[in-house]
């Protein structure tokens, strides 16, 4: 099949064209920026590119032209398209049908956490030799590689293949959820908050998209959710026809649960699973109750997928984090600099605390109060479309009380002042307009002993590796001095 890609840069549309091309299709794309490290990948599979959208760059024996979610009427190429009657499918659909197809599919969804969960769910498997594919909107740092078929070489075919399910809309031609494509057997459901303010009036838009996702697994199929979470048990009010396995932590008057977790060290790194008669632990170099939560559901589905509650903890021991979720980039003269992708108000607390709770834990100096020598620093980049429109900003200010101090970064497409939220923190908060002097100021405080946590869902102008450089040449400018 001849294929060409609209938004081929993108981390859904890119693992896409790599999964389309391993099957032996011809594949093709044009995107708007075509840049690392995407454009590598793609470049790297033997895919050709062309940047921007000329219609004279789609082929003309093509057979589907894929379409991505960021492509809107007036685009160029999409008028062509519909103006020439060329067939098309979106990216999910196209998904759906040619590669996941007669799977085992496991999904992972919510606001919180899904690459991460994926992650962990996708390296279990592997651990347990059953060759699993996977899409995962991150790049798992135990694979290298943001997506691939399943099976290998050594084991043959897999019937297994995981899959980040965003809630995010198909197309300008679908606006349903992109999981809605997906039909698993086994789901993750980790959270649900409110979130994508640019395709959601409210909660209740979401919670009804999820119940579509929900009407798609089979009655031999499992739903997987922490206990207690209200958002998702109204969505389980509007119909459920599969087995639902819920999970809490083990502590008094907990809510009802199948399964039980016990957190066994403060910093979340070591902590158990447990239900009628079977427990596992897991000690591993991650930490935040977040990730505990993560973890427990990626085992539970991983059991209905038949790897026992010790594999997956033996696995997980040997798991590494995604890159850009708490991915430490560099450490100069004691100071260790963090990239972290968090852009949600309840996602920026739990990482912070998280890293919080390893400072504390691996403390060897104390101040008076108990804490580490160094300071927890954050550094925030409110970037995604519902951070632009304000949705969450009220919200900001107490999403970093785990922190020391707190830079906002104003970018210029925000028309609310991020100097208000500065202004609300409990913690020293500073803001800043322009990158340079953001820098400078990060630099000129950081002290032996710190942890700089910059968190953005965006590139940040490359602002963690920046800061590395600044520090060396800091350090070198003193060594000299």
Not at 30 to 50: F, N, R
Not at 155 to 160: A, D, H, I, K, V
Not at 344 to 357: D, F, K, M, Q, S
Request: proline share 5%; net charge negative.
């Amino acid at each position: 099949m001849r294929l060409h890609i609209l938004g081929i840069c993108g981390t859904f549309m890119g693992s896409l064209a790599q999964l389309a091309k391993a099957q032996g299709h011809q594949v093709s794309g044009s995107d708007a920026g075509v840049y690392p490290p995407m454009s590598d990948q793609l470049q790297a599979a033997g895919i050709e590119l062309t940047e921007g959208f000329d219609p004279g760059d789609i082929p003309p024996d093509v057979d589907c032209v894929i379409i991505g979610n960021a492509m809107s009427r007036g685009n160029p190429s999409v008028e062509y398209v519909l103006e020439r009657g060329l067939p098309y499918m979106s990216g999910p659909q196209w998904l759906g049908q040619y590669v996941l197809r007669g799977k085992w599919v496991a999904a992972v969804s919510g606001t919180h956490g899904k690459t991460t969960t994926a992650s962990m769910l996708a390296w279990i498997l592997e651990y347990a030799r059953m060759a699993p594919g996977f899409l995962i909107g991150g790049v798992p740092q135990n694979f290298g590689v943001s997506a691939r078929l399943p099976g290998s070489p050594e084991l043959g075919e897999s019937p297994f293949f995981v899959i980040e399910a965003d809630e995010y809309d198909t197309a300008f031609f679908d606006k349903r959820s992109k999981f809605v494509h997906y039909q698993p057997r086994t789901l993750i459901l980790n959270n649900l908050e409110f979130d994508h303010a640019d395709i959601f009036d409210d909660l209740a838009a979401i919670e009804r998209q999820f119940h579509h996702l929900i009407r798609t697994v089979p009655a031999n199929g499992l739903l997987v959710l922490p206990a207690g979470e209200a958002a998702l048990e109204r969505v389980l009010k509007l119909g459920c026809w599969t087995p639902v396995q819920r999970f809490a932590q083990a502590r008094d008057g907990a809510p009802h649960s199948d399964w039980q977790w016990r957190l066994d060290q403060a910093d979340a790194s070591q902590f158990s699973l447990m239900a009628d008669g079977i427990e596992a632990t897991v000690r591993w170099s991650l930490s935040g109750l977040h990730n505990v939560t993560n973890a427990i559901a990626a085992m539970i589905a991983a059991r209905h997928m038949g790897v026992t509650p010790d594999i997956a903890a033996a696995a997980l021991s040997e798991f590494v984090s995604v890159k850009r979720r708490m991915e430490l980039v560099a450490e100069v003269d004691g100071i260790q600099v963090f990239d972290d992708f968090a852009h949600h108000p309840t996602a920026i607390a739990t990482t912070l605390a998280g890293a919080r709770a390893r400072m504390d834990g691996n403390a060897d100096v104390s101040t008076d109060s108990g804490r580490r020598s160094g300071r927890l620093i954050a550094v925030l980049e409110p970037r995604s479309n519902t951070m632009k429109l304000g949705v969450h900003k009220h919200e900001l200010a107490q999403s970093v009380a785990a922190a020391d101090q707190a830079f906002w970064f104003q970018p210029a497409n925000i028309d609310w002042s991020l100097q208000d939220v500065a202004s609300q923190c409990t913690i020293p908060a500073q803001c800043y307009t322009e990158l340079s002097a953001l820098r400078q100021a990060i630099v000129a405080q950081a002290q032996p002993g710190d942890r700089i946590v910059v968190m953005s869902n965006g590139s940040f102008g490359g602002l963690p590796r920046l800061l590395a450089q600044d520090l060396n040449a800091r350090k070198e400018h003193s060594d000299d001095g």
